[in-house]
């Protein structure tokens, strides 16, 4: 190593701010995605940013990182101006990231994830020697305790998060950017990032924290900056004001953060889960003996951390994926792995699907709107398709009554599916799939980089559907949304049930500590004992 | 952050234009190097493509190729297969026309034995571009690797029949026995004269009408049926068409063989239309140029026809071109066609951040 580090807090003047951006502007295209920004973060502060999405909040974290350049506008770090053209220029200054999809190869160690880039010269060996002192001392100073010679592939979501840390610190970071850093953890590991984001601060580390969640910023900030359509809105100190008025802020309108939840009286059994299996790439099972009934007129949440076999469950009900072993009824259809249905086949049957992924899957960008409205539907929606035959007129008439129903901005069938807002287009999977008025609902990440003022319609939309009488089950890795919505609870874990709970016996200490991988009869017994 | 789309007709219209002007300007200065006037050397090439006496049939005729083997590559290319097996498809529609005409020109009556001809050029053509989408989707042999292997596959066959079994007694070159009189595609001159026209005899023939009419066919096929949708879902994410209900695999083998029976739909012109018997090579090279044809013409019917009547031109105006200079040679002008490809080929996209760059400042 012949670059001197240094771990030390403070610098060239602690009075300065850590970050000073003044006037910062950025178009791509005729959009305005940073207009004016002005941005103060104080030294040895955590300083939230939230937006919703397409806020510029992610624009605003590029330029400083280096990824983009501003049109114009000035970048000031500890006081000095910063001219950062790469990301190089960023990591120089003293900027750190940790992204939102981590930047690890997962056959490497730990160790060597951390020297990626600064391998020294020719001998590695003297390097790693050097880089694992040094990264001993970091993580002591830290308090930031990972085994360097561990696989990165076999550790938690939450370690390998740390390694980004550790990485971000051992190139001398005294700045660090988090971009939406909660999205994959548990309740359990979020809550061990904000102690670690505490101790960085106590050590004089600079944090921004990316993020749309109103609750992390309320539980880890000092200060906060409100991003709406480009623009700052407001910089404020979090202990001066409450989630309520954040969100007004972010949206520029009042708004419910949670929708009006009444019971209804559920009725039989339309579906029934009985031991389903689904091998994954490895030996190992995806899903491994997961069994439930779902009733109509009931929510059925399946909550759990992205990637412990949610999806593959979606797909099974859906005829996408085929059943390993075990049995679906889905009304007086039995399917099984001798007996597979084709996923126009369980259409049939009265289900109807919001896939998880509407980009890839649940809508075709390219399209029209109108004819991404008829995907899937295209022999049912009355005379779509005459015979062979498509009716545009019909698509588009078919469309335009959607829009209204849903309110889908802009209202025109005749606009590329890519140009909607995320919020719009996922109302146009909305309306299609529940305006087939469908026996079962399977629902993936309903909310998934949705404003918030859509989140309220769709989640209204779904509880409006349970009550006229279909079963939903919701997916989703947003534990507020499965709390708010669902009737019943199941939660997995490494494609295990970890057990149902009912609403009523749901918090979200309980559900976190299933979603990390404790059964529901084997919780500790002071958890959840609230009313 | 996505970035604002431009107008469609920047996409369609001017960029192919740009690459278009680029290529000339190249081409240009190639000539101005070897000494002569890049403006004198335009105005023959026109002149030789349009304006001389037949002229136009000539072009037009070229032009017919073009189409069928551009319409080919764009069916494909909607479900995002890249067909570039036009070439050996075209041989198979040939030997498929050839060997029915053959079979019955000289029993059955000359409209019918021409209409089988052709229902056979296509069925071939398709079976041909079938059989390489049956291993993508069966067997996942990629498409392009297939393709390829089954032009060499079709070229083989092709020499194997007209030097062997297929070859006419009593001659020595590979090709077979002229079909029977007046069984062949009447051409456009003949027709003309049956209405009292006089026109310039050509190889211009009823092919172009078919070539026109398949244009509409695709149209409505890819834009206005369900299989065009479900094959156009498919091209743009498999996933989608998997979770809509659709079986990628299906798809996959249909758009492969009406890519296929259009690409075998080329013999019409040169097998029915102009020789009236199977010859060896007459494909030569059209399908590859289909390739570029397509992604000139964006895929869409109504930009292959015109970048068909770009490369028409580009054949029939190059031959001219060839016999006028003594220093520009039949090799130069591969070498423009070549320069041509290039820019709307392999470069299609070089000047699109600069054309959106102004664009947008144009805008502001």
């Known amino acids: ?531 | 952050m996505s970035r604002q789309p431009v107008p469609r007709w920047i996409d369609i219209g001017l960029l192919p234009l740009v690459n278009l002007l680029a290529a000339f300007a190249v081409a240009a200065i190639i000539i101005a190097v070897i000494g002569e006037n890049p403006l004198q050397a335009m105005g023959v090439m026109i002149k030789g493509a349009f304006v001389y006496k037949g002229a136009l049939g000539y072009t037009l005729y070229y032009t017919t190729n073009f189409i069928f083997t551009g319409l080919a590559v764009a069916v494909a290319f909607h479900a995002r297969l890249f067909n570039i097996g036009g070439e050996g498809q075209a041989m198979m529609g040939g030997l498929g026309a050839g060997l029915t005409v053959l079979a019955c020109d000289q029993i059955l009556p000359a409209g019918l034995a021409v209409m089988l001809g052709i229902f056979a050029a296509a069925l071939f053509g398709a079976f041909w571009g079938f059989v390489p989408g049956w291993l993508q989707a069966r067997r996942g042999s990629h498409i392009v690797i297939t393709t390829i292997m089954f032009n060499f596959i079709a070229a083989s066959v092709m020499v194997w029949l007209l030097a062997g079994m297929l070859m006419a007694p009593n001659q020595m070159s590979p090709e077979t026995r002229s079909f029977a009189e007046h069984v062949s595609l009447p051409k456009i001159h003949e027709l003309a004269a049956g209405f009292g026209f006089e026109m310039v005899r050509t190889p211009l023939n009823l092919s172009f009408v078919i070539a026109l009419a398949a244009c509409i066919g695709v149209w409505v096929l890819i834009w206005r049926t369900r299989l065009g949708y479900i094959i156009r879902a498919t091209g743009h994410s498999e996933r989608a068409a998997v979770y809509a209900g659709h079986n990628p695999a299906h798809i996959i083998m249909i758009a492969m063989a009406i890519s296929g029976a259009l690409a075998g739909l080329m013999a019409l012109n040169e097998i029915l239309g102009v020789q009236e018997r199977v010859i060896l090579n007459f494909t030569a090279g059209y399908g590859f140029t289909g390739i570029a044809v397509a992604l000139m013409g964006r895929n869409h019917p109504i930009g292959i026809v015109f970048a068909s009547l770009l490369f028409g031109a580009l054949y029939q105006g190059g031959a001219e071109l060839d016999f006028e200079f003594q220093t520009i040679t039949r090799e130069m002008v591969l070498m423009i066609q070549g320069l041509i490809i290039l820019f709307s080929g392999a470069l299609a996209y070089l000047f699109k951040p600069a054309v959106e760059r102004v664009w947008f400042r144009l805008k502001q």
Not at chain 1, 249 to 264: C, D, F, N, Q
Not at chain 1, 303 to 320: F, T
Request: hydrophobic share 45%; with cysteine.
């Open chain 1, 1 to 531: 190593m012949s670059k001197k580090h240094s771990i030390s807090a403070g610098g060239a003047d602690t009075a300065a701010p850590a970050i000073k951006l003044t006037a910062i502007d950025k178009s791509f295209g005729t959009v305005h995605a940073n207009q004016n920004v002005d941005l103060h973060v104080a030294s040895g502060t955590v300083h939230g940013v939230i937006g919703e999405n397409g806020a510029g909040k992610s624009t605003l974290v590029s330029i400083l990182y280096g990824f983009y350049s501003a049109d114009s506008g000035q970048i000031d770090i500890f006081g000095q101006p910063a001219d950062i053209r790469s990301t190089a220029d960023a990591i120089a200054a003293g900027i750190g990231m940790v992204h939102q999809h981590f930047m690890l190869v997962p056959n490497f160690t730990v160790l060597e994830n951390i020297i990626i880039g600064h391998e020294g010269s020719g001998s590695l060996l003297d390097g790693i020697k050097a880089a694992e002192d040094k990264l001993r001392t970091i993580a002591d100073h830290y308090g930031l305790q990972v085994d360097l010679h561990a696989r990165v592939g076999d550790l938690p979501v939450g370690l390998q998060q740390r390694v980004e840390i550790l990485k971000a610190l051992y190139r001398g970071a005294r700045i660090l950017i988090l971009d939406e850093p909660t999205g994959v953890l548990t309740p359990q590991e979020a809550e061990q990032l904000f102690s670690i984001l505490d101790s960085l601060r106590v050590q004089g580390v600079t944090v921004l924290l990316i993020t749309h969640k109103l609750r992390e910023i309320m539980a880890v900030t000092d200060t906060v900056s409100v991003m709406r359509a480009g623009q700052m809105v407001a910089h404020l100190k979090t202990a001066d004001t409450n989630p309520a008025d954040l969100a007004q802020l972010m949206i520029g309108r009042p708004v419910l953060l949670s929708v009006g939840y009444t019971k209804a009286q559920t009725g039989d059994v339309v579906l029934s889960a009985d031991r389903l299996c689904l091998h994954g790439n490895t030996a190992e099972y995806a899903l491994r003996d997961i069994s439930f009934d779902l009733y109509r007129r009931e929510i059925f949440g399946i909550a759990g951390v992205s990637g412990n076999g949610q999806s593959e469950l979606l797909d099974i009900l859906a005829g996408i994926r085929e059943l390993s072993a075990g049995r679906l009824k889905i009304g007086m259809t039995e399917i099984t792995p001798q007996a597979p249905l084709s996923p126009s086949q369980i259409k049939a049957l009265g289900v109807a699907h919001i896939p998880e992924d509407r980009h890839a899957a649940g809508l075709v960008l390219p399209f029209s709107a109108g004819e991404s409205a008829i995907l899937g539907y295209e022999k049912d929606i009355a005379a779509a398709c005459r015979g062979w035959f498509l009716q545009p007129r019909t698509i588009r008439a078919h469309c335009a009554g959607l829009m209204q129903a849903f309110d889908v901005r802009p209202a025109d069938p005749d606009l590329r599916t890519s140009l909607f807002s995320g919020g719009n287009q996922q109302k146009l999977v909305v309306a299609r799939e529940m305006s087939s008025a469908p026996d079962i609902l399977l629902v993936g990440q309903p909310t998934r980089g949705v404003d918030i003022g859509a989140i309220e319609f769709i989640h209204n939309q779904l509880l409006r559907l349970r009550d006229a009488g279909s079963a939903i089950i919701l997916v989703s890795v947003e534990l507020d949304e499965i709390l708010n919505l669902s009737d019943r609870i199941m939660v997995v874990n490494a494609g295990r049930n970890m057990g149902i709970i009912d609403r009523s016996a749901a918090d979200a200490q309980k559900i976190g500590l299933m979603m990390a991988g404790v059964p529901v009869d084997e919780l500790p017994a002071a958890c959840g004992d609230r009313p």
